[in-house]
């Protein structure tokens, strides 16, 4: 697959995932809202960010993973796409959820694009280990993201069955971002040791 082609979707994936201390909005008292308009915002929040993260496994194409990475991201996709098209099907039942309602300050904007186009350029130029590891801290913060914006939305869902459902999806992609992270601390830990048995051999 050319890289070319893989560029719009690592631009949407990575603009979704900023929600780092750096990527916040400043602190300041926010406007009190209803349960309504705050699930509707994190439903559209996480619809956004599961409909990009489906993409994620396209980047096999430009990339060689080892298997157990590719799987996981493979699951990731897959998980993402199942819940993405699970909001869809909500929205679709029950006019008064929105899945347009980002609602992020134009600030705020400008701040994830640029650093989805650092975090783009990263992996397009990175290989070996060293994309690995960058492809998993974007994955963490990706799936913490959804894992709380499941949550939230669905201590706000009055619809007792789309709160399960959401809690469910908010279990899945807890547990996936615990899977992520032992993974990443495994390849951060091997690439440590190998450092330093390098450095003694100097």
Request: no cysteine.
């Given at each position: 697959m050319n890289t070319k082609n893989i560029r719009p979707q690592l631009a949407a994936l990575f603009s979704v995932v900023c929600l780092l201390t750096g990527c916040q909005s400043p602190k300041a008292a926010p406007p009190v809202q209803s349960g309504a308009s705050v699930r509707n915002n994190c439903y559209s929040l996480l619809h956004q960010l599961l409909a990009e993260q489906k993409d994620v496994s396209l980047l096999?194409?430009?990339?060689?993973?080892?298997?157990?990475?590719?799987?996981?991201?493979?699951?990731?996709?897959?998980?993402?796409?199942?819940?993405?098209?699970?909001?869809?099907?909500?929205?679709?039942?029950?006019?008064?959820?929105?899945?347009?309602?980002?609602?992020?300050p134009p600030g705020e904007l400008a701040a994830r694009a640029a650093i989805a186009a650092t975090k783009e350029q990263a992996l397009l130029n990175q290989t070996g280990r060293q994309f690995e590891l960058t492809l998993l801290l974007t994955q963490t913060e990706a799936l913490s993201y959804a894992w709380h914006l499941a949550k939230v939305a669905g201590e706000n869902e009055p619809q007792a069955d789309r709160a399960r459902a959401l809690a469910g999806l908010g279990e899945d992609m807890q547990s996936l971002y615990e899977e992520v992270f032992l993974l990443l601390l495994s390849r951060s830990n091997s690439a440590a040791a190998n450092s330093i048995k390098a450095q003694s051999q100097d």
């Open positions: 096999r194409f430009i990339k060689f993973e080892h298997s157990d990475v590719k799987e996981l991201v493979k699951r990731i996709a897959t998980t993402s796409g199942t819940g993405a098209k699970l909001l869809e099907k909500f929205a679709k039942d029950d006019p008064s959820i929105a899945l347009d309602d980002i609602g992020l």
